[in-house]
């Protein structure tokens, strides 16, 4: 619960999060889903805060190619630790 009140508050801030950083590429959870290999419930779950994102390396460098983003943005949109 720690991770969704912390994103909640985050989200408040005005903070990048997976959800803007999906958006800002176009994409939807099923699009960004079908990328990685894994189900939209995921994404829907990373982006809520329910569920930490530990992506593999390959998942790593293929959001990075479809969101359009940095690593840096990555990390800081998908870390509670960096947000």
Do not use: H
């Amino acid at each position: 619960m720690a991770i969704n009140s912390e994103f909640k508050l985050k989200l408040e801030n005005n903070q990048l999060t997976l959800a803007k950083l999906r958006e800002r590429a176009g994409l939807t959870q099923r699009q960004l889903a079908d990328a990685l290999g894994v189900t939209n419930v995921t994404i829907s779950s990373w982006e809520r805060g329910l569920k930490e994102p530990r992506p593999n390396f390959a998942q790593v460098k293929i959001m990075i190619q479809v969101l359009g983003c940095t690593l840096d943005e990555l990390v800081e949109a998908t870390n509670p630790k960096y947000r």
